[in-house]
Structures are given as C-alpha cells and as structure tokens.
C-alpha cells in the first residue's frame, strides 16, 4: 500500500464483532486510521497524512473490565461431591490443555460474552482415546477426557434451535494453519448424535456420542431475547461512539496544530513560487493599512469539540451504567441517594451477569460427566454483591446472627459469608476444611450434649 492509498469504512460497512474487537484491544481501523471519515473535500494525501497521525483514546477497554473484573475480583466458592469428584478436581486445574484452570478459563470466556453479547464453551473429546480399557488414573494421569475452549460468535457458520432455544446444530470455522501466510481453515459441526470436522489440511474427520445434546454451551452477556443464540451485542452502542470519539480526537488534532503553528503574513506582491506553511510567510498588498501578523483559524471549533468528547465519554459510561465512575458532567452535583441508586443500577447488571456465569459452569461441569460417563453433585457461588465490603460490619453482622442460636445448617452458611469477606482468596480445599471442622466440632458438641444428659439421675 503506497502512502496514499487509504480509504475510510463506510460505518454500515463495519462488521459488528470487528468493531467490537478493534475497539477494545485498540487494533484494526483504530491503529491503521481506516476508522477515520474521509470529508468530501479532503484530499487523498491529506486524509493519508490524518489517518498516521491519528491517536485512539481507548474507554472502551476500561468499561469492558469494569462490568467483568468485580465478577471475579474472588474465587467463586466451588463445591462437588459425587463419582467424578476426582475427574472434576483433574479437570478444574487445567479445563482445556493449556494451563489454564476453570477460573481463568471462565474469566476468559466471561470478557468475550461481555464484548461479542455472547461467548461459548465448546466441550470436545476428539483427543480422547477409543480404547476404554484403562483405569481411573490412567485416564487423570493421560487427560483422556474432553476439553473445552471459548468459541466467539464471529466464527459461527450457521446453527439450529429447537422451539425451546436449545441448540440441535452449530457450525463454525477456525484457523488451522499459517504457512508462509496462507491462512488454511478447519470447518467444524457438532450436532445432537456427534461432531464433523473438515480441515483444508488435514481432511475430514467425524466421531459420535451419546449426550443427546450439543456440547456448546452459550454464555451470555444478559437475559436472552429472542430465539437465537446470536444476540445483538449489548456494548454496539459503546463502541459506535469510541469510534465517533476517534474521530472527533482527529478533527481537533488538526485545527490544534493550524493554531499551533500559524502563518505569518507580511506586506510583500513577490508571491511567485510561495509555498504557505508555517516556515514561510504569505504576502498581502503593501498599500494594506494592517500591520504584519499570523495568522490561524479560529478556537471556537477546538473549544466545542473538546466538549463534545467530553460529552461522548461521559454517554458512554452513562450506557454501561457505570457514570458514576466519571467525574465530569453534572455527577459531581448528584446527591448521595442518587448516586447509591445509580450504583444499585450497576450492580444488579454485575449480578445477573455473575448468575449468568454460574449457570453456565455447572452446565459446563454436568456436560463433562456426561461424556465420561459418571455423575457430580456440583454447585459455584459467584458473587451477588460487589459494593466495596467492610470487614469489620461483616464480622459484627455474622456474630450478631449466630447469637440467635441457629441451627448448625445456618452456622454453615454464616461460616462461608464471613470467609468470602474475611478470606477472600482462600483456595478450595482450605475452605472445604473449614467447613469440615466446624462441622465435627459441631457433631462433637452435640454428642457431649446428649452424654451429659445420659448420665443424670434419675
């Protein structure tokens, strides 16, 4: 590409999961400048030297982690008890063969839905082994049990649901391989009886199963509408206006520089050959009465797109529900039961979105003991309340319930609500142990109880 051969993409042009994905990692048409709009009396080389010159003020990056991050700011408490509770605790530490456990898998699958408005856990075994001979630790030591990975909704070919939502079919395209940058691709479909691959590189591979269902489990980004499992993209509204921003960053940009470096005119009619810059000068008649001068446009276009982005950053967080987090506009004038609705507002979406999660990891979970064919009792908290927590009103909260005397089924519950808020990164087993403990020192108290009253006379 020569140095003028740019040409802007026409908004409607856009695909929605590229603008998506260029606007929070900063790439595509923000780093190359195609995002830019052309005017009508541009010219090519003008417009090319705009577009290198062009920066990206990236917000929408911020306000994806924002509606992410609190969600698992802590360990969900995860626990399971069952037939496959070895297979689960195997799998949990590495869910799909590269290191990554099942928080930072969901952490990851979680981004992606909060950015594309969906994400899916695609369950696989097409690395399990036929041969069904070998032990239990046989098949933990050699991870002969499926896997999973985060599929984004920009590779799905096509797909089927049934009348309840559910999906019968899907069918999606990966990279398979690069070979001296010839892309080659790999065609995969999974439906209700088994999976078909068709790789550019490999040829066609297929495989049964017996689940009865897909293995592709959706995670989205809010309450479905709709009977589709491609849902309009909730953050759209968002990244339209990082563009626009992109773009209103540019215009100033130009007229900051024709102010910052104006053109001096002086009297002279020797114009033969005069190149207008700011190196040089630009003559006028010297019968003229003013005096010699720069010149530079106006500030008033500079002071009305400053704030307009200020304006546009503030509407962006304001559709993320999150303009509390800004301090501009009128926030600073909200009252205090304003802003702990407008908060409330916040949180509510990070719960249902946290709930969102939850349902899908079991889901996830019960899929993968479909597939080796056992069973697990599995439950996952994710946190339903993301205000900043006071230990210390928790403490005094938990102490002044267990003064009521509960039973030691509550106790249990009480002991996991003050060990999220006092031990918040404590590992599983640790807290499983906790657990434990309280309940034999409950088991023993009661025993005492009831031998105490054994030996009363009569």
């Known amino acids: 590409m020569s140095d003028y051969e740019f040409n802007s993409i026409p908004a409607g042009a856009i695909g929605r999961y590229s603008l998506l994905k260029d606007a929070y990692y900063g790439t595509g048409g923000f780093a190359n400048g195609l995002y830019l709009d052309k005017h009508e009396r541009e010219s090519k080389e003008a417009y090319a030297e705009r577009c290198h010159g062009a920066y990206y003020l990236n917000y929408f990056a911020p306000i994806v982690n924002a509606l992410v991050d609190p969600v698992f700011k802590r360990r969900p408490l995860r626990d399971f008890k069952g037939p496959a509770e070895d297979f689960i605790t195997e799998f949990s530490k590495d869910v799909d063969r590269a290191g990554s456990d099942i928080h930072s898998f969901m952490k990851q699958v979680a981004l992606h839905a909060k950015m594309y408005g969906v994400a899916f856990i695609v369950m696989d075994n097409r690395q399990m ?26 590779y799905v070919d096509s797909f089927g649901i049934d009348n309840t939502g559910s999906i019968t079919y899907i069918r999606f395209h990966e990279i398979s391989s690069i070979e001296d940058g010839a892309v080659k691709y790999r065609y995969v479909e999974f439906d209700r009886d088994g999976w078909r691959v068709l790789d550019e590189s490999g040829g066609a591979t297929s495989g049964t199963y017996t689940l009865g269902r897909v293995p592709v489990i959706p995670l989205y980004s809010r309450l479905l509408e709709g009977k589709t499992i491609l849902p ?47 190196n040089n000068a630009m003559g006028y008649d010297p019968m003229a009465s003013h005096e010699p001068a720069f010149i530079a446009p106006p500030s008033d276009p500079a002071n009305v797109l400053q704030t307009q982005i200020q304006s546009l950053v503030q509407e962006m967080y304001r559709m993320a529900s999150l303009s509390f987090m800004t301090g501009i506009g009128d926030n600073g004038n909200k009252s205090g039961l304003a802003r702990q609705w407008e908060f409330e507002r916040t949180n509510q979406q990070l719960a249902n979105f946290a709930s969102q999660c939850a349902k899908a990891e079991n889901e996830m979970m019960q899929l993968f003991c479909q597939w080796i064919g056992s069973s697990i009792d599995y439950h996952v908290s994710y946190p339903d309340d ?17 003064d009521l005397g509960l039973t030691n089924g509550l106790k249990e519950e009480v002991l996991k609500k003050v060990i999220a808020a006092y031990c918040p990164n404590i590992t599983d087993e640790r807290f499983d142990e906790l657990l434990d403990e309280m309940r034999e020192e409950g088991n023993d108290r009661i025993y005492g109880e009831e031998s105490s009253e054994g030996n009363e006379p009569v």
């Open 129 to 154: 082994s036929e041969d069904t001979s070998g032990t239990r630790q046989d098949m933990m030591r050699n991870k002969d049990y499926p896997y999973v990975y985060c599929l984004d909704p920009e």
């Open 232 to 278: 309009a993209p909730e953050l759209i509204p968002v990244a339209m206006t990082a563009r626009a921003i992109y773009n209103h960053c540019s215009w100033l940009s130009e007229i900051l520089k024709n102010e910052t470096f104006p053109i001096l005119t002086i009297p002279s009619m020797d114009q033969k050959d005069l190149v207008v810059g700011t």
């Open 386 to 402: 993301f205000g900043v927590v006071d230990v210390a009103d928790e403490l005094t909260q938990a102490q002044a319930v267990l």
